[in-house]
């Protein structure tokens, strides 16, 4: 089987540096991007114009995790600095210098939980630390699942069950939390470098990890009836010449995408694993996303964003 993709939209106004991150949101169709230039957007996707920007720190974001109803829109700066962000109204209502607080560490890569009340974040020593996400109590440290390995968190993200949280680390290890216990119930080595992407099954089931040793790997997750975990990596997908930098599973949990420092996207078919589709872009590619809407073809339609600040969409050639 082979797709063919094709640009729908082209964004008016490019940030004026790298997209280190990006979501197509649940609520009106939108899409939210973080940029280096410090500025997070919220787009019309239908159009490609700028529905509301924040410029937010004088230091570039790079982490980004938006609430599944699409409602508020949690993002990170190189320094520490987490925000919470009300998408409709506009108001920022949560701010947290995770720099400046006794016992805590600069958060590098944010994730809010899909439940609600938290969100977890990582940074140098390799753990993740749960905050609360409340806009009365926001930033105040909840607990701290440990990873006992002390490498840099590269990458932290909820299962969309809320129940699990996975960390990935510089050294292409993998752990995954479950939230209730604060226990460490999985740890995968399945990569030889940084592992820059974690994407989850829409049925918590699979996680999709993406890394510069250019390779993605497909983990089985689930949980045994004795509690045990299933058997890890299952599938290998390679076809990049570079480092992986972003991924993303479609919402029907057939197809993923992945973004390359070798400037292509790629989308893959997880049941065939291979690649079904390359499609070429101007710099690297430091964020993908699929559009979360149910009545989209099977196929989907995605936005992406990369090093030439430029948000793209793209969608299944003979799709309306």
Not at 170 to 191: K, P
Not at 210 to 231: F, M, Q
Request: with cysteine; proline share 3%; aromatic share 8%.
């Amino acid at each position: 089987m082979s797709l063919a993709y094709v640009y729908t939209t082209v964004c008016t106004e490019p940030h004026s540096d790298a997209v280190w991150d990006i979501c197509w949101t649940a609520k009106d169709n939108a899409v939210v991007s973080i940029s280096a230039d410090g500025v997070i957007k919220r787009w019309n996707s239908t159009s490609g114009q700028v529905m509301r920007a924040v410029s937010a720190h004088t230091l570039g974001l790079v982490s980004l995790s938006v609430s599944p109803d699409g409602g508020r829109a949690l993002y990170n700066s190189i320094d520490g600095t987490t925000s919470l962000w009300d998408l409709e109204g506009g108001a920022i209502i949560g701010k947290h210098e995770s720099y400046t607080r006794s016992g805590a560490e600069p958060s590098w890569s944010v994730s809010l939980n899909p439940k609600g009340g938290t969100y977890a974040a990582t940074g140098g020593s390799g753990n993740v630390i749960v905050y609360s996400a409340e806009p009365e109590t926001f930033g105040e440290q909840r607990t701290i699942l440990q990873s006992g390995r002390g490498r840099f968190g590269m990458r932290c993200s909820h299962s969309p069950d809320g129940s699990r949280v996975a960390l990935s680390l510089d050294s292409g290890q993998i752990f995954i939390f479950d939230l209730a216990s604060s226990a460490l119930t999985s740890t995968f080595t399945s990569h030889a470098m940084a592992v820059r992407s974690l994407s989850w099954s829409p049925d918590s089931q699979l996680l999709l990890s993406a890394s510069e040793d250019k390779r993605l790997i497909l983990h089985d997750v689930r949980t045994t009836s004795t509690g045990r975990p299933s058997s890890g990596a299952v599938a290998s997908l390679s076809g990049h010449s570079s480092w992986v930098l972003s991924s993303d599973i479609s919402p029907d949990g057939r197809l993923a995408l992945s973004g390359s420092a070798d400037k292509t996207v790629k989308v893959w078919d997880l049941a065939a694993r291979t690649a079904v589709s390359t499609i070429a872009d101007t710099q690297e590619v430091w964020a993908v996303s699929w559009q979360p809407s149910s009545a989209a073809a099977s196929s989907g339609a995605f936005v992406t964003g990369g090093e030439d600040g430029v948000v793209r969409w793209s969608k299944a050639a003979g799709t309306g």
